[in-house]
């Protein structure tokens, strides 16, 4: 199995969770593991440690808010061979409205037409973060002070350019937050993103790229570059 992106989810073998719980020595935690493979829930691909071996996955749970809002997690690593399934994370358009729980007022509507005019300009919307784990687990992750957490995926500088615009004009009405994925897998906050172009010009702006082993400041006209030879990979095909 190659190297997954972050975010992407996990299902666990049977031998993986028994693993992890007899390794794992706090016994809250160990309760968590448990309901987790009870459940059959997945845990979520995130950055991979520096001491990682190259049969290895660093993946995470992230648990409901506490009473004071703390989110604890749990960092796990797993062995390629314990992984039994994996999928990218969800898309926006695959979340019915009797999946999400309960949302905070007002979020439903602007979520829809996000998703509706996003779809019309043929650009993917995935979610992570706590909308994500609300869905999977129907626990209750969200409060009216949560993110929005969006996966934004442009398919050539137009798109990027149209996405930003939507993500920009919908952030007013709803929490939203996320990434700019490329379509080499390095990801890009696209707040950062529209930050650092409205106050630098192209050649010399630098935003943050995270990628699955590392994060590193890179050119913005690096990426626009990947998208513009993304685009001419589409036009010979």
């Known amino acids: 199995m190659p190297l997954l992106p972050r975010h992407h989810l996990l299902w666990l073998t049977e031998a993986a969770w028994t693993?992890?719980?007899?390794?794992?020595?706090?016994?809250?935690?160990?309760?968590?593991?448990?309901?987790?493979?009870?459940?059959?829930?997945?845990?979520?691909?995130?950055?991979?440690?520096?001491?990682?071996?190259?049969?290895?996955?660093?993946?995470?749970?992230?648990?409901?808010?506490?009473?004071?809002?703390?989110?604890?997690?749990?960092?796990?690593?797993?062995?390629?061979?314990?992984?039994?399934?994996?999928?990218?994370?969800?898309?926006?358009?695959?979340?019915?409205?009797?999946?999400?729980?309960?949302?905070?007022?007002?979020?439903?509507?602007?979520?829809?037409?996000?998703?509706?005019?996003?779809?019309?300009?043929?650009i993917a919307l995935a979610v992570f973060g706590s909308l994500s784990w609300q869905v999977i687990t129907a626990q209750k992750y969200l409060r009216s002070t949560s993110d929005i957490d969006l996966l934004f995926v442009p398919a050539s500088v137009a798109q990027l350019a149209q996405g930003l615009s939507l993500m920009t004009r919908y952030a007013g009405v709803l929490p939203l937050d996320g990434e700019i994925v490329f379509p080499d897998g390095a990801a890009v906050s696209w707040k950062e993103w529209q930050q650092v172009t409205a106050r630098e010009p192209d050649d010399t702006a630098r935003v943050l790229v995270k990628r699955p082993t590392t994060v590193a400041l890179e050119a913005v006209a690096q990426r626009l570059a990947v998208l513009a030879a993304r685009e001419g990979q589409a036009c010979v095909g």
């Open 19 to 122: 693993r992890l719980q007899a390794q794992c020595q706090d016994s809250r935690e160990q309760q968590v593991l448990a309901r987790w493979q009870q459940m059959r829930w997945p845990v979520v691909v995130r950055r991979a440690d520096a001491d990682a071996a190259p049969d290895e996955l660093c993946a995470g749970i992230a648990l409901p808010p506490d009473a004071q809002g703390n989110k604890p997690r749990l960092a796990l690593r797993v062995q390629l061979a314990e992984v039994a399934g994996s999928r990218a994370p969800y898309g926006l358009r695959d979340m019915a409205a009797a999946r999400l729980g309960d949302l905070p007022q007002g979020w439903q509507t602007g979520m829809e037409e996000l998703q509706q005019q996003m779809q019309a300009a043929g």
